[in-house]
């Protein structure tokens, strides 16, 4: 009856011994899960104390695939909050229709796609705290200064499992772009099924891929199906083409 997504894909491994495991890897730099599992125990921190985020508050994340926006994701789990992860190439004008059918009151938001979601605060007038996040968590931006002064041990919310954890957008390619519900239960049950018996993963398989993490078919290849079995992935920001 009692399910975080954050303690499963994430705590779990730390306390059954194997938080020195890489988690994230990002060019040149891999996060370990116990290293992840810090950054988003202090997240959740400036969340619930600086933040005033509280459990059901619907949390906007808007970022390139990095190791940041996995730890901010699971910060707003910790908490009790909901995520609503949006496509980096998303305007001001495609924004400001998901925010207010989710009724998001708070922004985590990398920096460089700061932008666009500036322009949109105009329209919209639950989104009251937007707050800035570097992709590898050593900026000096908002999130990380207050970061610092955090502890890095939380007590992870024990939200139910039919607890709302994600809202994801559709594509809306059959009209205007509509908001799927997801309880904590069923971000575990997709890790169960296709993962599990079909690729079989082990703890030292890496994964890689170009989806966006706000694409569930990209968060369940990048960060649940290799985390449910304590495999680490690749964050990739920005995919180029490459020439001889």
């Known amino acids: 009856p009692q399910i975080n997504v954050a303690r499963d894909l994430l705590d779990l491994h730390v306390d059954a011994g194997f938080g020195d495991h890489p988690a994230l890897h990002f060019g040149d730099d891999t996060w370990s899960y116990a290293a992840l599992q810090a950054r988003a125990n202090q997240i959740a921190h400036v969340l619930v104390a600086d933040l005033g985020v509280v459990p059901g ?60 979601l500036n322009v949109s605060r105009a329209e919209t007038p639950g989104l009251h705290t937007v707050v800035h996040f570097s ?64 690729i079989s993963i082990t703890r030292d398989d890496v994964f890689a891929g170009s989806p966006p993490l706000a694409f569930t078919f990209g968060l369940g290849a990048l960060v649940v199906f290799p985390m449910r079995y304590g495999a680490s992935s690749v964050m990739v920001d920005n995919l180029r083409p490459v020439h001889d």
């Open 135 to 198: 992709a590898d968590g050593r900026g000096d931006t908002a999130l990380e200064s207050a970061m610092a002064a955090k502890s890095d041990s939380f007590e992870t919310v024990d939200t139910a499992a039919d607890d709302v954890a994600l809202i994801a957008f559709t594509s809306g390619t059959t009209g205007g772009s509509k908001g799927t519900i997801h309880f904590h239960r069923d971000v575990l049950a997709i890790a169960a099924l296709f993962p599990k018996h079909v």
């Open 57 to 116: 508050n619907r949390v906007l994340l808007r970022a390139p695939n990095n190791p940041m926006l996995v730890a901010v994701w699971f910060g707003v789990l910790q908490a009790g909050g909901i995520c609503v992860t949006t496509m980096p190439m998303l305007r001001s004008g495609e924004l400001v229709p998901l925010i207010n059918k989710a009724q998001v009151s708070h922004a985590l938001c990398d920096i460089a796609l700061a932008d666009e």
